[in-house]
Nanobody, 118 residues
Framework: QVQLVESGGGLVQPGGSLRLSCAASGSIFSAFSGYTMAWYRQAPGKQRELVAKITSARNTNYADSVKGRFGISRDNAKNTVYLQMNSLKPEDTAVYYC?????????WGQGTQVTVSS
């Protein structure tokens, strides 16, 4: 059974920082290091969008809206992917999810809520 568990969200003031974590488990992730992993987010009333991704070779790619502010990384020994979010803006408010890129699992974790507000 595949499981993705996101954590680290919370309420933060504009300009603040958060670090999200995503722990992946399940037989499919026995080769976790070979998967491109990504963070997605979904704001109220909007479609889910890809925020950042990291390949097996640790090449990274970011949405224009977060470039220069967010950093994605991975720890293959722990089957975990991280998202460091700096200089947060109210428009970053969303539920954040991790998953593969492209999507191959057919399921999502519960996500972690990030709220940026003064």
């Amino acid at each position: 059974q595949v499981q993705l568990v996101e954590s680290g969200g919370g309420l933060v003031q504009p300009g603040g920082s958060l670090r999200l974590s995503c722990a992946a488990s399940g037989s499919i992730f026995s080769a976790f290091s070979g998967y491109t992993m990504a963070w997605y987010r979904q704001a109220p009333g909007k479609q889910r969008e890809l925020v950042a991704k990291i390949t097996s070779a640790r090449n990274t790619n970011y949405a224009d809206s977060v470039k220069g502010r967010f950093g994605i990384s991975r720890d293959n020994a722990k089957n975990t992917v991280y998202l460091q979010m700096n200089s947060l803006k109210p428009e970053d408010t969303a539920v954040y999810y991790c998953n593969t890129a492209p999507l191959v699992l057919g399921s999502w974790g519960q996500g972690t809520q990030v709220t940026v507000s003064s």
